[in-house]
């Protein structure tokens, strides 16, 4: 199941939220959610509910030997527990890429498997992990109950698209919570913010981004830049969008999760746009690659070497093919040339640093949305090199997706900043009348648009 | 209710849908669907390839033209359908029904341009009259002569894909004509207002089963021996006219275009059958004992006439 579809708006969430509220013991009510998460976590994924269910059981287990114990026994454990983690990760998701790279490097050819890939493996493993290895440094008290644990590891709100939430920013809540009427209401709110992104403005201008990068010839200049922004502003606003109903959701259930995305576009260089872009994903990799291997404190070139690591796996962790290795290494590559002292040299150019940050945010994204390799360079170079031919699509934005773009734009974070600073006066806006009534706007267009893309009729079935 | 209505379904998914095409039509000015086209006035056409075999704007665009081993095809079906009616004493005829585009080119979107000339349509109607004797009557002719003679007359359904009654009965009397029986003209009929059937096309758009606003008219008294219909299935249609003298009888093979024809030509058959041609089955022949067959293929569906024989 979605956020983004009918079935939970118009069923799972009104029947989970009235369920919760009704039920008062706070044991009871976190079974009641843990239920409610493994049926969303079933609704679309059957077959793999017993691999959450597995992997809940194993970091279950990884606490409760690592927690008493101490030593070299202790370490044991945790890397009993992060190879069994990272093994079922890598199976499910990395078994097909690994199989391709051996394929072409060995004289035999390889059997061809087909692993399915369990929908939010990355996550919430990588939400385990978090678990185990903060345990293991003493920064965690262990969780006895295996049902709390199961609840903080499948949570719907942050099991299938993150934020990868760390057990010390829930640890609390588990035991203790509260939900008042305004948390509640803040939450449905900062909800239907990420509906709106998500629904109006991420789905819409997709259609553009799709129409030029699936298409089988190269696009002209203009429309490659169209394509390569419409998938800057898709990718943000679809994946900072889920992060919002994510956050709001577990607002509505007496959580607080920290925040996943800060107006990214909004960098004045690439290592700002890392302290603003998928948090949660950045922070994971620095307090358990990064720093353990030895972070910025042994000198320039293991600094580097330790930069590349992290981002070439922050490449992969998005998906099992080389553009995306090939996508962090491109951020990495800037990060790089910055601590070098690129950094410096922008910072004085006044607003064209906020022209480079995108420049390189912008190609790093047709890395990531090409397909292959070779389509991507081919892509760049329609963008740089105007060339004799190249397609044309004249009708690639009808009206909504005109709209949906340019409100993309508008909302990329400048306005916010300034709202934040309380330099604008529509700050005062926030939580009133006028935003609810705006909010209920959004929440029916949304309604309207999925219920429409779910409705195909055959032309036919009269006949 | 509403509980029920959640769980058995999505409640208010019939009025969701209906204000989404209506948004869309009057405000966004685009179709909902991604099959259908809104045109001018609201218009609406059928670009969709939900059948397999289909591609509409082909058809318009002459980009789908047969070759020539394909059109050699299609006129052997089409002798050996002939030779095979003949030997039951029975008349076969092609019947080719244009898209609705093809008639009213000028109420589909700027970019479209005008039909081409050299189009399937008319390459099958040229090569099965040059290499065949059978009788073949397209009704693009008989359609834009009347809608240029009488423009303030529609001869298709705005909403649907299909013709209304006052293009079926031209096309139905064309038939006639042919075999030397015709109806009175159009021009000279009476109309009755009623309300316009469900559309196909504003089904497909979220409009559901009522379609505000549009009408249709109703022909009335163009024979003095109406037939009755004894059959009326999704697929089958038979009627049958006791006053009709001599009693002929009619076997039509053809799809969703031959079921409004039917009210007309039997008005001069004793007896007149007709089945979707994927059903046709040469017990047909036999158990109806037809004077006439009529075989008719709407202009997208004509990749069937490659694989249909009687």
Request: with cysteine.
């Amino acid at each position: 199941m979605v956020f983004s579809s009918i079935k939970f708006l118009w069923v799972f969430l009104p029947v989970t939220v009235i369920a919760s509220a009704c039920v008062r013991p706070l044991k009871l009510k976190n079974l009641l959610l843990l239920i409610a998460s493994l049926i969303f976590y079933a609704w679309g994924n059957p077959v793999h509910l017993p691999l959450l269910i597995v992997s809940i059981l194993i970091n279950y287990a990884a606490g409760r030997l690592i927690d008493p114990a101490e030593g070299a026994r202790r370490k044991a454990y945790l890397v009993l527990a992060l190879v069994l983690n990272l093994g079922l990760l890598g199976y499910f998701k990395y078994t097909m890429f690994a199989l391709r790279i051996l394929d072409r490097l060995l004289p035999v050819s390889l059997p061809q498997v087909e692993v399915a890939l369990p929908i939010g493996i990355s996550f919430f493993t990588f939400q385990s992990l978090s678990y185990v290895i903060d345990l293991y440094r003493g920064q965690i008290g262990v969780q006895k109950n295996p049902l709390d644990l199961a609840l903080y590891i499948s949570f719907f709100p942050q099991l299938i698209a993150g934020p990868i939430v760390k057990y010390r920013e829930v640890e609390l809540a588990l035991k203790e919570r509260s939900v008042s009427l305004e948390d509640f209401a803040s939450g449905f709110r900062r909800f239907l913010y990420g509906l709106g992104k998500k629904v109006l403005i991420a789905n819409q201008v997709a259609m553009a981004a799709d129409t030029v990068f699936d298409a089988a010839v190269l696009p002209a200049l203009p429309y490659a830049w169209l394509g390569a922004l419409s998938y800057t502003l898709q990718i943000y606003y679809d994946f900072s969008g889920y992060s919002d109903m994510a956050i709001g959701l577990g607002r509505m259930f007496g959580f607080h999760f920290n925040e996943n995305f800060d107006y990214p576009y909004t960098a004045d260089s690439v290592r700002h746009f890392w302290r603003r872009w998928h948090i949660s994903l950045s922070t994971w990799f620095r307090d358990y690659l990064y720093i353990p291997l030895g972070g910025s404190r042994h000198g320039t070139l293991r600094t580097y070497r330790n930069l590349l690591i992290v981002f070439a796996l922050t490449g992969l962790w998005h998906g099992a093919a080389f553009t995306f290795v090939f996508w962090g290494l491109w951020h990495g590559a800037f990060l790089l040339a910055e601590r070098a002292g690129l950094e410096k040299v922008i910072a004085r150019c006044g607003p064209l640093k906020y022209v480079y940050t995108m420049l390189v945010v912008v190609c790093g994204w047709v890395f990531f949305r090409a397909g292959s390799f070779f389509k991507a360079l081919s892509f760049l170079s329609c963008m740089f090199v105007p060339a004799a031919s190249g397609a044309e699509y004249a009708f690639m934005m009808p009206p909504p997706v005109v709209v949906a773009f340019c409100a993309g734009l508008l909302g990329i974070g400048g306005f916010q900043r300034l709202i934040r600073a309380g330099k604008l006066k529509a700050g005062r806006l926030a939580g009133s009348l006028a935003e609810a009534a705006c909010l209920l706007v959004v929440l029916m267009l949304c309604i309207l648009l999925l219920t429409a893309d779910t409705y195909n009729p055959f032309i036919y079935y009269r006949f | 209710m509403v509980i029920t209505g959640i769980l058995r379904r999505q409640a208010f998914k019939e009025e969701l849908l209906y204000v989404n095409a209506v948004l869309h039509r009057d405000f966004l000015k685009m179709s909902p669907n991604g099959d259908v086209i809104l045109g001018r006035d609201g218009w609406f056409f059928y670009k969709g390839r939900q059948d397999p075999l289909e591609d509409p704007l082909a058809d318009y665009a002459g980009t789908n033209l047969f070759t020539e081993e394909e059109l050699a095809r299609i006129a052997g079906n089409m002798t050996r359908s002939q030779e095979k009616a003949a030997q039951a004493g029975a008349v076969f005829i092609v019947v080719l029904a244009p898209n609705k585009e093809r008639i009213y080119p000028e109420y589909l979107p700027e970019g479209y341009g005008m039909p081409a000339e050299n189009a399937r349509i008319r390459q099958v109607a040229d090569y099965l009259r040059a290499h065949t004797s059978v009788p073949v009557i397209d009704m693009t002719p008989v359609l834009s002569t009347y809608r240029d003679v009488h423009p303030e007359e529609r001869l298709y359904i705005r909403h649907d894909t299909h013709w209304n009654f006052q293009g079926s009965y031209l096309a139905a009397n064309e038939i006639l004509s042919y075999l030397g029986d015709p109806l009175p003209p159009l021009s000279a009929l009476n109309r009755v207002e009623v309300d316009a059937p469900v559309g196909d096309l504003s089904i497909l758009m979220g409009f559901g089963e009522n379609y505000k606003g549009e009408t249709e008219e109703y022909l009335t008294e163009f024979t003095d021996h109406y037939a009755t219909e004894t059959l009326s299935t999704t697929y089958e249609h038979a009627y049958v006219n006791d006053a009709e003298t001599p009693h002929r009888s009619l076997l039509v093979a053809g799809d969703s275009f031959s079921v409004s024809l039917m009210p007309y030509l039997a008005s001069h058959f004793g007896r007149a059958y007709m089945n979707f041609h994927y059903n046709y089955d040469e017990q047909m022949i036999a158990e109806h004992q037809p004077d006439v067959i009529v075989y008719e293929v709407l202009e997208r569906f004509l990749s069937y006439m490659l694989t249909f024989e009687l």
